[in-house]
C-alpha cells in the first residue's frame, strides 16, 4: 500500500493551491484520509481529516480557508487551500486510515510529504 502525494510549491500569500494524494495498493477498505502538515521546527499538527462515516475535521487555523474532499471511487483525497499565509508553509502529508486485502486491521499509512512554501 502506497501514498502518493503532489500538488506543493511555491506560492504567494493570498493564492492558491490544491494538494492530491492517491492510496494504491491491495486495499480492502479506506475509514478516513487526511493532510498533516509540519513546519520547521515544529510537531506535525492535522490540517484537515474525512471520514466515509462524513465526520470532517478541521485546524482552527484553516478551518474558513481550506477545504477537504474525497474521491472514494479513485481513493484520492484533495485539500484545496485559498488564502494562503505565510504561516502555512510546511511539508504536508496525507494519511489513510485503512484495512488491506490480507489483514482485517485497521493501520494507518502516510505519504511522503509534500512541500508547500508561502511567500509574503
Known amino acids: 500500500v502506497q501514498l502518493q502525494a503532489s500538488g506543493g510549491g511555491l506560492v504567494q500569500a493570498g493564492g492558491s493551491l490544491r494538494l492530491s494524494c492517491v492510496a494504491s495498493?491491495?486495499?480492502?477498505?479506506?475509514?478516513?484520509m487526511g493532510w498533516f502538515r509540519q513546519a520547521p521546527g515544529k510537531q506535525r499538527e492535522l490540517v484537515a481529516r474525512?471520514?466515509?462515516?462524513?465526520?470532517?475535521t478541521y485546524a482552527d487555523s484553516v478551518e474558513d480557508r481550506f477545504s477537504i474532499s474525497i474521491e472514494s471511487a479513485k481513493d484520492t483525497v484533495y485539500l484545496h487551500m485559498n488564502s494562503l499565509k505565510p504561516e502555512d508553509t510546511a511539508v504536508y502529508f496525507c494519511?489513510?486510515?485503512?484495512?488491506?486485502?490480507?489483514?482485517?486491521?485497521?493501520?494507518?499509512?502516510w505519504g511522503q510529504g509534500t512541500l508547500v512554501t508561502v511567500s509574503s
Open positions: 495498493g491491495s486495499i480492502r477498505s479506506i475509514h478516513a
Open positions: 474525512s471520514t466515509n462515516g462524513g465526520i470532517t
Open positions: 494519511n489513510a486510515d485503512l484495512i488491506r486485502l490480507d489483514k482485517w486491521s485497521l493501520e494507518a499509512y
